[in-house]
Nanobody, 123 residues
């Protein structure tokens, strides 16, 4: 069965850090680009970051540049999103998604989605 599972979310104070994981089962990620998206209450789902299948290209939303880092460990079939200097505006449900080879900024281009993990940034 093809699955993507996010983990690592939780409650953190402003300025803190979290590392989200996206683990695949039922397929291998070595030929996939993985994107991270987030959806805050009352807002549309928005792209956050993406890494392509060869790590040749990475992308970040302007709101997270310099604070978030995306990486992948193909041996573990897992992609990570390191989130530093978190702000209350980062509060959202975070989703990972997979498509073939190269990144896309459009959620409709992704074939597989995880269930999401909640990130709450609050004092």
């Amino acid at each position: 069965q093809v699955q993507l599972v996010e983990s690592g979310g939780g409650l953190v104070q402003p300025g803190g850090s979290l590392r989200l994981s996206c683990a695949a089962s039922g397929f291998t990620l070595d030929r996939n680009a993985i994107g991270w998206f987030r959806q805050a209450p009352g807002k549309e789902r928005a792209g956050v970051s993406c890494i392509d299948y060869k790590r040749a290209s990475t992308y970040f939303a302007d709101s997270v540049k310099g604070r978030f880092t995306i990486s992948r460990d193909n041996a573990k079939n897992t992609v990570y999103l390191q989130m530093n200097n978190l702000e209350p505006e980062d509060t959202a449900v975070y989703y990972c998604a997979a498509r073939n080879y190269y990144c896309s900024g459009y959620s409709s281009d992704y074939n597989y989605w995880g269930q999401g993990t909640q990130v709450t940034v609050s004092s």
